[in-house]
């Protein structure tokens, strides 16, 4: 080994070993990495290269499986047999892009104003071009360049979990390669929000709560579940007495998205409100835990229980929101008592993916792109394939039989309302099982691979560790060679 290259810097998890999922699954090719085998050093296929390619070679496959509804021409639902809805090509019609309209400024959107702008920069000059001519579809124009551009955020994303993991970089290809990505990657533009969300989490790792900030601020602006992870600084702020780097990134973060958004409601109020209104409004949403209740099939034809149904009675939905909120609100008690009661502190990562978790399992609305939220939040919570898969497979099925829930809703019946529920009920209790394993983790921290790996420490703890934790590496990792 050279000289200027520390033993901590080496690649040192090898997921045949580390992983009894993946050393079975190696079997099939001769086994984990045997004890006489020789590294040597790579040039240019690195774990990071490689990590980088499959997750480009995953959006670029997800873009193909969107492609049937490329052209807008959605007759005889064929948006729903085909898997290939996605809203970004809809509300190019449906907020007024394809007019020319501006967001917020001549049209009401019901998404937050980072994403609204993100909308128009891309939309607008499509509508130009389409109107001069330069461009035969302008929907499909758009759709393609929105693509694009979700993808590089989702590149970012994948490359931001390979900086905080320098030690663990194949952590990363459970994001890259993860089955609900494909499915979801551009079904909205949560991609763009989960990419600045992982840049974040990246420079709070490297101690620089000022950017960490900013980017958080922007990714709360563009949807705003990153805001959650704020709590998980909370409760390790409570844990570890460390406010000052904290505080300072919830400043940064308040003053960004005050700076995006305050302009924007002062100027156009009614167009600002209306995510506000619109989500505090809405009713009980597909596949949630309030849907499994209102739905669930007790036989003889009949389906739901009447407390559930009766929720979505009121216009105002506000017995449903207040329940649903008290359940986050003691969920998040729950953490923050898991927190203060672990043997070490926990992970950042950990307590965000609980949170974020949380936030779904008990919420009135559980659109399918948001399992997108937590990939890259499970992966640094719990790099293990096995559960990971288990619901990720998952939530693969509820996406096909949303589909023919859609359908059905849509006057051709698929299958019976309790596929869909069924379905929806897998997709909650895989998701509950892994955040299960997260407080096991927690509580017991000698189950930690990540604490096994970064002997104790957290790498994404940033000023909650002693040092810095991952520093940058001086020459490439080493690959395997077998003799």
């Given at each position: 080994m050279p000289p200027t290259v520390r033993p901590e810097h080496r690649l040192s998890?090898?997921?045949?070993?580390?992983?009894?999922?993946?050393?079975?699954?190696?079997?099939?090719?001769?086994?984990?990495?045997?004890?006489?085998?020789?590294?040597?050093?790579s040039r240019f296929w690195t774990p990071a290269r490689v990590v980088l390619l499959?997750?480009?070679?995953?959006?670029?496959?997800?873009?193909?499986?969107?492609?049937?509804?490329?052209?807008?021409?959605?007759?005889?639902?064929?948006?729903?047999?085909?898997?290939?809805?996605?809203?970004?090509?809809?509300?190019?019609?449906?907020?007024?892009?394809?007019?020319?309209?501006?967001?917020?400024?001549?049209?009401?959107?019901?998404?937050?104003?980072?994403?609204?702008?993100?909308?128009?920069?891309?939309g607008l000059p499509v509508h130009s071009l389409g109107q001069q001519g330069a461009i035969d579809n302008p929907g499909q124009t758009f759709y393609d360049l929105n693509a694009v551009v979700l993808s590089a955020f989702g590149i970012a994303?994948?490359?931001?979990?390979?900086?905080?993991?320098?030690?663990?970089?194949?952590?990363a290809a459970m994001f890259a390669a993860a089955?609900?990505?494909?499915?979801?990657?551009?079904?909205?533009?949560?991609?763009?929000?989960?990419?600045?969300?992982?840049?974040?989490?990246?420079?709070?790792?490297?101690?620089r709560p000022l950017l960490a900030g900013l980017f958080l601020g922007l990714a709360t602006a563009a949807k705003f579940y990153?805001?959650?992870?704020?709590?998980?600084?909370?409760?390790?702020?409570?844990?570890?007495?460390?406010?000052?780097?904290?505080?300072?990134?919830?400043?940064?973060?308040?003053?960004?998205?005050?700076?995006?958004?305050?302009?924007?409601?002062?100027?156009?109020?009614?167009?600002?409100?209306?995510?506000?209104?619109?989500?505090?409004?809405?009713?009980?949403d597909w596949g949630t835990l309030w849907y499994?209740?209102?739905?669930?099939?007790?036989?003889?034809g009949q389906y739901g229980f009447p407390y559930f149904q009766n929720l979505d009675l009121?216009?105002?939905?506000?017995?449903?929101?207040?329940?649903?909120?008290?359940?986050?609100?003691?969920?998040?008690?729950?953490i923050l008592i898991i927190g203060l009661r672990a043997p070490i502190p926990p992970r950042l990562a950990q307590l965000a993916f609980l949170i974020v978790a949380a936030f779904l399992i008990t919420g009135k609305v559980w659109s399918q792109q948001y399992v997108l939220w937590l990939i890259p939040?499970?992966?640094?919570?719990?790099?293990?394939?096995g559960a990971f898969l288990a619901w990720q497979a998952a939530e693969v099925l509820y996406f096909v039989s949303f589909y023919g829930e859609l359908m059905g809703a849509s006057g051709r019946q698929v299958f019976p309302e309790g596929v869909f529920v069924l379905a929806s009920i897998l997709r909650l209790v895989t998701l509950a099982v892994l955040v299960g394993y997260v407080i096991r983790d927690i509580l017991h921290p000698e189950f930690d691979v990540v604490r096994e790996t970064y002997e104790g420490e957290d790498p994404d703890g940033g000023v909650f560790n002693r040092d810095e934790v991952e520093p940058p590496l001086i020459v490439p990792p080493p690959l395997v060679k077998t003799l």
């Open positions: 998890d090898e997921p045949a070993t580390s992983d009894r999922f993946v050393g079975g699954l190696s079997e099939s090719i001769g086994g984990p990495l045997g004890s006489h085998a020789v590294r040597t050093s499959l997750i480009c070679a995953m959006l670029s496959f997800s873009w193909m499986q969107k492609s049937p509804c490329r052209d807008g021409a959605w007759a005889d639902m064929k948006q729903y047999k085909y898997f290939c809805y996605t809203d970004v090509l809809a509300l190019y019609y449906a907020e007024g892009l394809n007019e020319g309209q501006v967001p917020y400024a001549d049209h009401k959107v019901e998404y937050p104003v980072l994403t609204g702008a993100f909308m128009g920069v891309l994303a994948v490359a931001a979990t390979i900086a905080v993991r320098r030690r663990r970089p194949w952590d089955p609900a990505l494909f499915v979801s990657a551009t079904v909205n533009w949560d991609l763009f929000c989960v990419g600045l969300a992982a840049i974040s989490i990246t420079f709070w790792a490297r101690r990153p805001v959650l992870i704020l709590g998980a600084l909370l409760v390790l702020c409570i844990r570890t007495g460390k406010w000052k780097e904290a505080l300072a990134t919830f400043g940064v973060g308040a003053a960004t998205w005050l700076a995006i958004n305050v302009p924007v409601a002062i100027l156009y109020w009614e167009s600002w409100i209306k995510f506000w209104d619109f989500n505090s409004q809405r009713g009980i499994i209740g209102a739905h669930f099939p007790r036989g003889s009121d216009p105002e939905h506000a017995t449903l929101n207040v329940l649903y909120l008290g359940l986050f609100l003691l969920s998040c008690v729950g939040l499970a992966v640094l919570a719990r790099p293990r394939w």
